[in-house]
Each structure stands twice: as C-alpha cells, then as structure tokens.
C-alpha cells in the first residue's frame, strides 16, 4: 500500500481530493488545526493518522519499509510557507 504525508492539515478540507487506498498520515504544526482536520478525517473514505508536528522537523528521506510501496510527501499551503 502507497503512504503518504499531508504536511499543513490545517481544517482537512483536501482530504476529500485523497484517494482512499493511501495510508495517510497528516500533520499540522498547530494542534487546534488537527483538532478541526479530525471531524473531516472521520468522513474520509480511507483511514487518516492525525498528528501535531512541524513540518521542518520531520526527518528525510522516508524510508520504505516495504519494497513495492511508494512514498509521498504532500506540502499544503501553511508547510510551503514554513519552508519558504
């Protein structure tokens, strides 16, 4: 199964435009942001871990643990901002 991480949750208004075959993890440096991306997190077809992280932090490369899946790193609005 594909992964990806969604930096910059912010209200998980994009999580409707994810596939639902993805292991999602998203994150937002602001722990109210994750608190509201949760209500639309639980109407999402797949499954979205939520976490408070800050997207300069996170460390690089993802590292595949399974040989045939593939990794993706998905920069919302707010995290481009932090790593302009």
Do not use: W
């Amino acid at each position: 199964m594909d992964t990806a991480t969604l930096c910059g949750a912010r209200h998980g208004n994009d999580f409707k435009f994810l596939p639902p075959d993805v292991r999602l993890t998203a994150i937002d440096i602001s722990p109210k942001m994750i608190e509201r991306a949760g209500q639309k997190a639980a109407a999402y077809a797949g499954r979205i871990d939520l976490a408070v992280k800050d997207v300069c932090e996170l460390d690089y490369p993802i590292q595949r643990s399974i040989r045939s899946s593939r990794s993706y790193v998905l920069l919302g609005p707010s995290a481009c901002n932090r790593l302009a």
